[in-house]
Structure formats: structure tokens, C-alpha cells
């Protein structure tokens, strides 16, 4: 169960760091811009199916046996942010973030490589206080992906992928006829970006295993370019190819 953290509950408690055995892996782990560019090169990444809030996510289900495996365990080395949250979470409330923790993940003592929550009254540990602002900026990174996968569905680039039921991919031809003006506001949010590091994604996939697990609930700037060159426009998506290949 999850309650909000303070000292009065939770003193002289610890948690550990999460790890691939101990990570709680969702058939769908969403994506931050942070660590969008190690994830491209490891993992398939796709965005989330019609009449879902458009989003880049990593789809479990259809990753290489390499990096799950068929009881769920993640097995690769890179350990998604999604994953990595430990006990904690975030709660937006009108006077700012309430840190909330599962306490059921928490240990009596430091012991086994544990990390105090607490280093005196009201006073966060070290590691907690540094996890936390990692969990802050995972966040940030989450919401600003979202705004840039909107910004794709906005100018009706995303489509049904044919290979993976559900999901969607980036058209690169309906990229390519984009007028500049609607180009500009997709590189004004990282869509372009976006689009094509979740399309390069799919060249790391070389052993592709449908259904590998169980599904399981989801818990859950570069310069403008000039508004009126198209020539401009098609020099700038290829090379923006060539940047992420």
C-alpha cells in the first residue's frame, strides 16, 4: 500500500535501489525523453495504439527474448526509468508534489545494501533525496514526450503498425509531404526527433518473440526551419535520418 512518506511513519526504514530482479516490469513501460536515445538502440519502442494518448512505449510483449524472458524477468543490462522507481512515487496536488511510498518494499535496517529514507527528523538521506529528483526529472521527461507524440497525432503522422497489432508507427512519407510550417512546430517539439529515433528502434530488433509474457495492467530544440523552403524542410529530415540511422 501506498502512503505518503514522512518521518513519523517511516523512520528508521530503508528501501533498496531497484535492480533487474527486482524490477516490476508492465507489459507496456512507458518512455522518457531522457533516456529516449539508449533506449532506441537496445529495444523496440512503438507509440501507443488509436484511442490511446499518444505516447512512445516499450511493448514487452514484443521485445527479443534476449531481454525478457518467458517468466516476465528483464534480462537486459539497461533497466528502463519506468522500471527504476523503486518504492516511490509522485502526486501532483494543488500545493506541489506528494512523494508517496509502497511500504510493503521498505526493510527495517540498511543492511543488504539498503538506503535509509530518513537521516534525521524531516531530513531526507542522501540517496533518497537524490532518487527522488531523479524520479522529478524522469517526469518532466515523460511529459514533455507526451507533448511531442501529440504533436505527431496532431498532424495525423501516426499509423497503424501492420507487424504489431495496437500499436502505431510514424508514416515517413506523410513526414515527408508536411508542408514547412507544419515541420517547424513538430521540430519546435522534438516530434521530428521523436519520429524518427522510435522508427530506427525497430532495427535493433533481431529476434522478435510475440506473446513472450502475460499481459499485466499499465499502472500508469534545434533551429526553426524557415517557414516558407521546402527545400530546406526535405534537406532537414535527411539529415536528421542520417543523424539517427
Do not use: C
Not at 186 to 192: E, I, K, S, V
Not at 212 to 233: E, I, K, N, T
Amino acid at each position: 500500500m501506498h502512503t505518503p512518506l514522512s518521518f513519523d511513519a517511516h523512520a528508521g526504514l530503508a528501501w533498496r535501489p531497484p535492480s533487474r530482479e527486482t524490477a516490476v516490469i508492465e507489459d507496456v513501460v512507458s518512455v522518457s525523453f531522457a533516456e529516449l536515445n539508449v533506449l532506441a538502440v537496445r529495444f523496440l519502442l512503438l507509440f501507443t495504439g488509436a484511442g490511446a494518448r499518444p505516447e512512445p512505449v516499450l511493448p514487452v510483449r514484443y521485445q527479443a527474448s534476449s531481454v525478457v524472458d518467458g517468466l516476465g524477468t528483464w534480462r537486459a543490462s539497461v533497466l528502463p526509468g519506468a522500471a527504476a522507481h523503486g518504492p516511490f512515487g509522485l502526486l501532483s496536488s494543488a500545493a506541489g508534489d506528494v512523494v508517496v511510498v509502497d511500504d510493503a518494499q521498505l526493510v527495517p535496517d540498511v543492511s543488504s545494501g539498503a538506503h535509509p529514507l530518513f537521516e534525521a527528523q524531516g531530513v531526507l538521506a542522501p540517496q533518497t533525496k537524490a532518487h527522488l529528483t531523479r524520479l522529478r526529472a524522469w517526469r518532466s521527461g515523460r511529459q514533455a514526450i507526451r507533448r511531442a507524440a501529440q504533436a505527431l497525432e496532431d498532424a495525423n503522422i501516426l499509423t497503424p503498425d501492420a507487424r504489431y497489432p495496437g500499436f502505431r508507427i510514424a508514416d515517413l512519407d506523410a513526414l515527408d509531404r508536411a508542408d514547412p510550417a507544419t515541420l517547424s512546430r513538430l521540430q519546435d517539439a522534438d516530434a521530428l526527433r521523436l519520429a524518427f529515433l522510435v522508427d530506427a528502434s525497430r532495427a535493433s530488433v533481431t529476434q522478435v518473440a510475440p506473446q513472450l509474457v502475460q499481459p499485466r495492467p499499465s499502472g500508469h530544440g534545434a533551429a526553426v526551419l524557415p517557414p516558407s523552403d521546402a527545400p530546406a524542410a526535405t534537406a532537414f529530415l535527411q539529415a536528421l535520418r542520417e543523424d539517427v540511422a
